[in-house]
């Protein structure tokens, strides 16, 4: 496998390894109060995992994609299938944004 390509994989906040992964990038990118306000201005400042997961992860049906370059974790992206109204709900600060047919 070439390292320099960008990769795409799931990941589970309920699986303990990509759980422990996803804890210790989060924590990292959002410790500057901007970033963490932007993605969800509803988290109070310092970020915590443990409630991040609580308020938005412990569902059934959310997917989490992370993007991946070098091995490096570049980005995240999580979404919940809405079967009833044929839609998908991509989380971003907890808006809706993106709802589409699929």
């Known amino acids: 496998m070439n390292d320099t390509e960008y990769r795409i994989e799931t990941v589970s906040y309920q ?3 990509d759980h ?3 804890q210790a990038c989060l924590s990292k990118w959002f410790k500057d109060l901007k970033t963490l306000y932007f993605t ?3 988290m109070k400042f310092s970020f ?3 409630s991040w997961v ?3 992860y412990n569902q059934t049906g959310i997917i989490t994609y992370i993007l991946k370059h ?3 974790i570049i980005g995240h992206i999580s979404v919940k299938a809405k079967m009833e109204s044929v839609s998908v709900h991509l989380f971003h600060r ?3 944004h993106a709802n589409r047919l699929l």
């Open 15 to 17: 699986n303990k390894k």
């Open 20 to 22: 422990r992964i996803l």
């Open 40 to 42: 969800d201005p509803m």
């Open 48 to 50: 915590r995992f443990h």
């Open 54 to 56: 609580n308020l938005s």
């Open 70 to 72: 070098e091995r490096w």
């Open 94 to 96: 907890r808006q809706g």
